[in-house]
């Protein structure tokens, strides 16, 4: 099986899984739309009777009664389903959400961030359709015309008979408008990730986008991606209205055929209940009534088809962690030790890490050194938990890491990346982001020991000087100090840098080591760099290459 039949199969058996699980909470909606088609039926024989002087009064009161129930109980559907829609979306972006955390480093090497963001946010609410109203529409799209169809056949077994021939052409038409809906809607949402995709890199190479005098061509670039999203969105509508033309068509016949039989019968003399026979022509738009909702919602099926192979090639959560789950550890000292650790990202290029073998005791230092490619990031991955090795153990005070579970893994664990990641927002809010908690002298003390004071101080508004994504407004060391900060705030025992020193001059970078040194006291410190400044660090150094730790120079 290729791998785009297998990822189409994967899609077909998710929505086919969530379908079973939205039928449950639509059930109140789709009773409540029933209960409306009972209603609408006995609105019918009210307005036949009105209408050929059967009686009157009683049969407008009756379909007056019956009209405000009916509107009571549609409003009433339409609340439910929406909430049946809201609670479902709700639940697959939790569970989206933990899955792409769980998985983030490795998606992030294979998935642009753009489409990441589509998956959680527009592929999502592109399901809303599909729980709110194609599951309801579904279910009475074959209940409640059978409802109305056999209280045809009760009053006339011949217009019976007619109603039900001229359904069973609408399913007909609608599977095969359908083949080209499920292909468009595919290529509307293709379309539309890719436009998002382009639109976020280009925002962000912005600068080098003027500086290379590339902004009228990527302007006309980002055009040229709209109008294909627009185009492929009116192919969606094109298959929408044929649908629904289809429909139309069926029921326009379905009435000519009954109007001509009771007329030839009116003419002859022969129509023996004119109020039944109007009752019937009455009840024919209502029998197409929950075919229209369906071909209304045939849409929302597509559009949470074309949702579904992304939604599917998401990686599933591991499986759940064992009974001897660790919830907390011991934290007056931690202990680091790799045991044969072997990873591999992408079997095309190799392990990332073959074999690695040290121990870091209780308090130590150790920095782990080599060229890019050797390993140390990997090694820092597996010990915040993003990935889990191949083989071999990560053990943490005695305890594999797998044990874990990821709240008493980050409790223990701080870090600092190449590039800290900072939100829009105060310089005071990012700092307490790693421990909202913290009185105002914990706070203070973190400043100090950072040195973020130092610079601070300068700004116009101090610590409320509000900052851009990405620490955008400060400049590289100062950014890595309001990291250092984070750290100091948040206290924990082991301590996990990765390049922290990397795009510095060597005057910031200094500052920054300094402030690491003041960091590591009293912790058990990673520190993956291939910096000559790193040599500054005080702590063992061990020399990773192609995955695996070198024998000291001069070791037999």
């Known amino acids: 099986m290729s791998d785009i039949e297998a990822s189409k199969a994967a899609a077909r058996a998710w929505i086919k899984r969530e379908r079973r699980a939205g039928l449950g909470a639509a059930r109140p909606a789709i009773a409540l739309g029933f209960a409306g088609t009972v209603l609408a039926i006995g609105q019918a024989f009210c307005a036949a009777a009105v209408l050929t002087g059967v009686s009157f009064a009683p049969a407008l009161t009756g379909f007056a009664l019956l009209a405000i129930g009916r509107a009571g109980l549609g409003y009433a559907a339409d609340r439910m389903g929406f909430a049946a829609g809201a609670a479902a979306r709700r639940r697959l972006r939790t569970d989206i959400l ?10 992030a090497r294979s998935r642009h961030s753009a489409e990441l963001a589509a998956v959680v946010v527009d592929k999502i609410e592109a399901l809303d359709g599909f729980f709110a109203r194609f599951i309801p529409a579904a279910t009475l799209a074959a209940a409640a015309p059978i409802a109305v169809a056999l209280t045809v056949l009760c009053v006339d077994r011949t217009a019976g008979l007619i109603l039900a021939a001229a359904g069973l052409l609408v399913p007909a038409a609608m599977a095969l408008s359908g083949l080209g809906a499920a292909a468009a809607a595919r290529d509307q949402f293709l379309a539309m990730t890719r436009l998002q995709t382009r639109f976020l890199d280009r925002i962000r190479g912005i600068a080098t986008i003027v500086l290379l005098g590339r902004a009228a061509e990527e302007t006309a670039a980002l055009r040229r991606a709209a109008d294909e999203l627009r185009t492929r969105t009116m192919k969606v509508l094109r298959v929408a209205f044929l649908s629904s033309a289809a429909l139309d068509l069926a029921a326009a016949l379905a009435l000519i055929l009954l109007a001509l039989r009771y007329g030839q019968q009116w003419r002859a003399g022969t129509l023996a209940d004119p109020m039944a026979a109007l009752a019937v022509l009455l009840l024919v738009p209502e029998f197409f009534s929950p075919f229209r909702a369906f071909s209304a919602a045939y849409q929302d099926m597509f559009h949470a088809t074309a949702a579904a192979e992304a939604l599917a090639d998401v990686p599933p959560m591991p499986p759940a962690p064992p009974v001897r789950e660790i919830r907390t550890l011991e934290t007056h000292g931690v202990s680091v030790q790799f045991e044969d650790v072997r990873l591999t ?3 095309s290029r190799g392990p990332a890490l073959n074999g690695l073998s040290f121990r870091v005791p209780a308090g130590e230092t150790v920095v782990l050194a080599g060229p890019s490619g050797a390993g140390k990031s990997s090694a820092i991955e597996l010990l915040l938990g993003f990935v889990r090795p191949d083989s071999g153990r990560v053990v943490i005070n005695g305890r594999d890491i797998a044990d874990l579970v990821p709240q008493a893994l980050s409790g223990l664990t701080a870090w600092i990346g190449q590039r800290p990641v900072l939100f829009s927002g105060t310089i005071r809010e990012n700092i307490l982001f790693a421990r909202p908690e913290a009185t105002p002298e914990q706070f203070s003390e ?3 020991a950072a040195r973020v004071d130092s610079f601070v101080e300068q700004l116009p508004n101090g610590l409320e000087t509000t900052i851009g994504e990405g620490g955008y407004g400060l400049s590289g060391g100062q950014a890595q100090r309001i990291a250092i900060a984070r750290a100091f705030l948040k206290n ?6 990765d390049e922290p020193t990397a795009h510095l001059d060597p005057a910031t970078e200094s500052e920054v080591l300094d402030g690491l040194r003041r960091l590591a006291a009293g912790r058990t410190v990673i520190m993956a760099s291939h910096s000559a400044a790193a040599r500054g660090v005080t702590g ?12 000291a120079r001069g070791a037999a």
């Not at 063992?540 to 024998?551: C, N, T, V």
């Open 98 to 107: 933990s899955r792409l955390s769980w998985a983030r480093p490795t998606l």
């Open 345 to 347: 990202w992408d079997k």
């Open 446 to 448: 973190a400043l100090r």
């Open 492 to 497: 924990a025992p082991l301590l996990l840098l």
């Open 540 to 551: 063992r150094r061990l020399d990773i290459r192609d995955g695996r730790i070198q024998p």
